[in-house]
C-alpha cells in the first residue's frame, strides 16, 4: 500500500462547515495528489504537490485549498463544503524518481455532504 | 489539457473469453500510460503500465498495446476468470509533476 493512510475514512457534514481530510505517508516521497472520485468522471486530479509548501492546482480545484507543511503530511481542506463536493477522495503518491511515475493511491475517504 | 476518452463504458464476458479495453488521448507530450483495476469499495490499484518506448508489454494474462502515432492504447485480458471482474480504467501521465489524467471507466463483468 506504498505506506499511505488517510483520515478519517468516512465523514459526514453539512453544507458550510470546513472539512480538512489528511493524507499521511511514511516512506519520504516527493510527489503527492489528491483526486476525487465520481460516478462516470473517474479519477479527477484536485491538487498536487511536488515538494514542502510546493503545491499547484489540477482539474477541478475550484472549493478546494491544500497544504503540505512536512514531506509526510498533504492536508486538504473544504473550506464551506457544498453538496457537489459528496464524493470519495483519494491521495496518491509517485515512487519514481525518473521520468515515468508509478502512482499509488491510499485507501480513500468518503465524505458526504448534506 | 490533457483529454482521455475511455471505451467501453462496460463490458461482459464470458468466463474464458478475451476482454479488450481501449483508450484515447490528445496530448502528444504524454509518455506514461498505466491501467488500474478497482473493486467495489477499494482503492484503484495498478496493474499494469507502458512507457512511450515500448509497443506492447505483458504480464501473464494481461497485455497492454501502445500506437502513439495514432495515440491510443489498449488493455487485453485474457482467459477471463470471474475475479477480474471490477472497474479498469487507464490514464496518461504528462507534466512536470508526472500528474494522471484517468480515463472514465469500464466495468468489467465476467459471467461464470
Known amino acids: 500500500d506504498a505506506g499511505i493512510t488517510q483520515s478519517p475514512r468516512h465523514k459526514v457534514t453539512e453544507t458550510g462547515t470546513p472539512v480538512t481530510l489528511r493524507c499521511h505517508q511514511t516512506?519520504?516521497?516527493?510527489?503527492m495528489y489528491w483526486y476525487r472520485q465520481d460516478p462516470g468522471h473517474g479519477l479527477r486530479l484536485i491538487h498536487y504537490?511536488?515538494?514542502?509548501?510546493?503545491?499547484d492546482k489540477g482539474e477541478v480545484s475550484d472549493g478546494y485549498s491544500v497544504s503540505r507543511s512536512k514531506t509526510e503530511d498533504f492536508l486538504l481542506t473544504l473550506e464551506s463544503a457544498t453538496s457537489s463536493q459528496t464524493s470519495v477522495y483519494f491521495c496518491a503518491i509517485t515512487t519514481s524518481g525518473g521520468p515515468y511515475n508509478e502512482q499509488f493511491f491510499g485507501p480513500g475517504t468518503r465524505l458526504t455532504v448534506l | 489539457g490533457e483529454n482521455v476518452e475511455q471505451h467501453p463504458s462496460t463490458l461482459s464476458v464470458q468466463e474464458g473469453d478475451s476482454a479488450v479495453i481501449k483508450c484515447t488521448y490528445s496530448d502528444s507530450a504524454s509518455n506514461y500510460f498505466p491501467w488500474y483495476k478497482q473493486e467495489l469499495g477499494k482503492r484503484p490499484q495498478l496493474i499494469i503500465d507502458i512507457r512511450s518506448n515500448v509497443g506492447e508489454k505483458k504480464d501473464q494474462r494481461i497485455a497492454v498495446t501502445l500506437n502513439k502515432t495514432a495515440k491510443h492504447f489498449s488493455l487485453h485480458i485474457t482467459e477471463t476468470q470471474p475475479e477480474d471482474s471490477a472497474v479498469y480504467f487507464c490514464?496518461?501521465?504528462?507534466?512536470?509533476?508526472?500528474?494522471?489524467?484517468f480515463g472514465s471507466g469500464t466495468q468489467l463483468t465476467v459471467l461464470p
Open positions: 490514464a496518461t501521465s504528462s507534466g512536470s509533476a508526472r500528474q494522471l489524467t
Open positions: 504537490s511536488y515538494g514542502v509548501k510546493d503545491t
Open positions: 516512506e519520504n516521497h516527493r510527489y
